[in-house]
């Protein structure tokens, strides 16, 4: 257990919360329903997932947004306490590229299965969605960048 959390650049999930979010996640059997859900055809992709799903919720809570970045939680006294390997980016990218439509159709339903548990369980009224409508321009080919609509701009994309 851990007693002493530094908050320094090598223990950077500190910062976001991260032990309350993956307590969250534990306490509402995320990954119980994940591992009981969630089958793959290989064995050895199979005896893997959890890992590699920890690994990519861990760097999902605390913002990363590029594989290569995984590499600052290999380190992390937090992320070992969660007994969470953090593999190197290629051997998690690898592991993305097992998904079949099949598992990620599994995986959709999944996070309904969630979404529904969790709202039945906060007792909600009802939701409120907030999308940011704002564009970014970007130049050259970036990750996650797509042609949209610019309303500066009419009739091009951007």
């Known amino acids: 257990m851990i007693n002493k959390i530094e908050f ?6 500190s910062n976001a919360g991260f032990f309350l ?12 329903l994940i591992d009981h859900d969630l089958v793959f055809e290989t064995k050895s992709t199979q005896k893997t997932k959890m890992n590699h799903i920890k ?8 913002g990363i947004d590029k594989l290569d970045r995984l590499k600052l939680l290999q380190s992390d006294p937090l992320v070992n306490e969660f007994a969470i390997s953090i593999k190197e980016p290629e ?20 996070i309904f299965k969630l979404f529904r548990k969790l709202m039945r369980k906060s007792k909600l009224k009802s939701i ?7 564009e970014v321009n970007v130049e050259g080919h970036q990750e996650w960048a797509v042609k949209g609509y610019n309303p500066k ?3 091009k994309c951007c």
């Open 55 to 62: 690994t990519m919720l861990c760097g999902n809570f605390i």
């Open 153 to 155: 701009k009419p009739g």
């Open 91 to 110: 051997t998690v990218s690898r592991f993305l590229g097992t998904f079949s439509y099949k598992t990620t159709q599994w995986l959709r339903e999944i």
């Open 128 to 134: 409120t969605i907030d999308i940011d409508s704002s």
């Open 21 to 32: 979010l993956l307590e969250h996640a534990r306490i509402n059997e995320i990954f119980d």
């Open 8 to 13: 320094s650049a090598r223990n950077l999930n």
